[in-house]
């Protein structure tokens, strides 16, 4: 309990009561698996105070002061979901529409350091990409299960394509009929 607020803590972490555990606890946080921590929730879109308090078991207050001194806790907590999964859509589309990017080949010529070449890379499309891209924008058009059509549907293009090869087989000209497109 913490304020009177029952408080989740990572389950292999126990910190002492008392001075000590306090500082363990700053400790931990302030380290690199801390920060580990205080990222990934970050990008599940937790916000400070609930981690502060409900993870991390500190007031506020007192994790405000960490912040305040440590430019790693800080840069952790600037994690958002937003600029996550913007990141990692940027980085798909990338992908998914191929890319160049430039290597460069330097040699020591008279104890200086040249450059001798520029290579330009190429990579291609990755179909994985695209699909991945296709089917989480535009699920309705690109997903792999599509929607099943209600009876009545099946019915009417049975009953169109019937009566397109009756008239086929009695020497006429088939009528194209169109497909309604589904109301979204």
């Known amino acids: 309990m913490h304020n009177g607020k029952e408080v ?3 389950a292999y972490m126990d910190f002492p009561d008392g001075l000590k555990g306090q500082k363990q606890r700053k400790a931990f946080f ?8 205080i990222r990934g929730w970050r990008r599940q879109g937790i916000p400070l105070t609930k981690i502060a308090e409900e993870y991390v078991g500190v007031s506020r207050s007192t994790f405000w002061g960490w ?4 430019e790693d806790l800080r840069k952790a907590c600037a994690v958002a979901l937003d600029t996550t999964n913007m990141s990692v859509e940027e980085a798909l ?7 160049d990017y430039y290597d460069e080949q330097y040699e020591l010529v008279e104890g ?6 520029q290579y330009k ?6 179909t994985k990409a695209i699909l991945s891209w296709l089917f989480n924008r535009l699920p309705n058009r690109w997903r792999a299960v599509q929607e099943p059509l209600e009876a009545t549907q099946y019915i009417e293009t049975v009953k169109n394509i019937l009566v397109a090869m009756k008239e086929v087989a009695e020497g006429g000209e088939a009528q194209t009929v169109e497909a309604k497109p589904d109301a979204e």
């Open 8 to 10: 989740l803590l990572v």
């Open 30 to 37: 302030l380290s690199n698996d801390g920060f580990i921590l």
């Open 67 to 70: 912040y305040r001194e440590s």
């Open 93 to 99: 589309l990338k992908r998914a529409l191929g890319y």
């Open 112 to 117: 200086e350091l040249r450059l001798v070449r």
């Open 121 to 126: 890379h190429h990579v291609p499309p990755d």
